[in-house]
């Protein structure tokens, strides 16, 4: 379903992804961990087809996005680590401007616009304008939108900043239930213990540089980390990688 071929990003000489490689099938949540600064929101912009990469693919659904960009794009529902939304518009302006954007049709997105505001826990809030949103009512609000043309790849960096526990836990139910409707779900956290919890196989980014990738499992056995907590396992592999 997400396809990365030598994927690299150049700036100048500095290379802040270089040559991944990485397959992601449909419906698994697949997680994607790293220090600060190894790559993980420039990967994940790529695959969102906001970067161009420098050399290497990005294929979401069979579809290449840097030659069929609109077509791969409206497969994808993007969640930003920061959400960025026009302020002066109401939670259902916001909607309505997304909806527009991926060709909702008009008969079916008040239902839609409906339900995502009633489980995001917004319906109260659907006429006041986003500035008066809470940072983590604004991070429902983008989960909101991005789910409204019913995308077949989910791209999420950092889901729960800002979010109380209450909101993790259904965000975390959201995940799974669409995992197991086929959706496939790539999501990058530092949130270590959710993505030990939910995440079917999880890649590990240091400098650029996918050092290591597989279920928990795996990843405790080329970590020599046996039964360790996730942690654990990923000093080891960021300093073996070091």
């Known amino acids: 379903m997400i ?11 500095f290379k802040a992804v270089d040559d991944l490689s990485l397959f992601v ?9 790293g220090p600060n600064g190894a790559g993980k929101t420039t990967t994940i912009k790529m695959i969102g087809g ?36 026009y302020e002066k518009l109401t939670g259902m302006e916001f909607l309505k401007f997304t909806a527009d954007l991926y060709g909702v049709p008009g008969d079916i997105f008040g239902q839609k616009a409906q339900e995502n505001l009633e489980m ?28 409204l043309h019913d995308p ?7 889901p729960m900043v800002g979010l109380d526990p209450a909101a993790i836990i259904m965000v975390k139910d959201l995940f799974q239930r669409l995992a197991r409707k086929g959706v496939t779900v790539f999501m990058s956290t530092h ?3 959710i993505a030990e919890e939910i995440c079917e196989r999880i890649g590990v980014i240091n400098k650029g540089h996918l050092i290591a990738c597989g279920t928990t499992a795996d990843l405790r056995r080329q970590a020599n980390a046996a039964d360790a907590a996730l942690e654990r396992v990923f000093l080891n592999l960021t300093n073996i990688a070091n």
Do not use: C, N
């Not at 099938?25 to 961990?33: D, P, T, Y």
């Not at 050399?55 to 969640?79: H, L, N, R, T, Y």
């Open 3 to 13: 396809e990365l071929k030598a994927l690299t990003k150049k700036y100048g000489d």
């Open 191 to 193: 949130t270590l213990a």
């Open 120 to 147: 995001f826990s917004l319906a109260d809030w659907s006429d006041e304008l986003i500035e008066s949103y809470s940072h983590g009512m604004k991070q429902r609000l983008i989960m909101s939108a991005a789910l």
């Open 152 to 158: 077949e790849v989910i791209i999420v960096d950092e």
């Open 50 to 85: 906001i970067l161009a990469p420098s050399e290497g693919s990005v294929m979401v659904a069979g579809i290449d996005i840097q030659q069929q960009p609109e077509k791969a794009k409206g497969k994808i529902g993007f969640i930003p680590d920061r959400p960025y939304l």
């Open 25 to 33: 099938k449909k419906g698994e949540i697949f997680g994607f961990i």
